[in-house]
């Protein structure tokens, strides 16, 4: 299984980014995918979900500015960010887990995508 993420780069805050995340040797559509975060000095976290059928679900922190969504056909994930600040600075990674009720379970990493937001 190969994830390959990119997309990521320098942008001013308020503006906007989308990274995406191109998987290869798995059956993409049968899994969840997932984005994280990981900020210097900090652990990774969780930022956004989305199942098999195209369900998402966000923290707190990013929903209403952040997007997570798939195209099947191009075993691509994607994350639209928008409004971003330099809080959302950090290497992010997209997963292909399971998701089992509201809780997602990390299976695949890819190999992450440095998004920097100057103030």
């Known amino acids: 299984v190969q994830l390959q993420a990119s997309g990521g780069g320098l942008v001013q805050a308020g503006g906007s980014l989308r990274v995406s995340c191109a998987a290869s040797?798995?059956?993409?559509?049968?899994?969840?995918m997932a984005w994280y975060r990981q900020a210097p000095g900090e652990q990774r976290e969780l930022i956004a979900t989305?199942?098999?059928?195209?369900?998402?679900d966000y923290k707190h922190f990013v929903k209403g500015r952040f997007t997570i969504s798939r195209d099947n056909a191009k075993n691509t994930v994607y994350l639209q960010m928008d409004s971003l600040n330099p809080e959302d600075t950090a290497v992010y990674y997209c997963?292909?887990?399971?998701?089992?009720?509201?809780?997602?379970?990390?299976?695949?990493w890819g190999q992450g995508t440095q998004v920097t937001v100057s103030s």
């Open positions: 997963n292909a887990g399971n998701l089992r009720g509201r809780y997602y379970y990390p299976d695949y």
């Open positions: 040797g798995m059956t993409f559509s049968r899994y969840a």
């Open positions: 989305i199942s098999s059928g195209g369900a998402t």
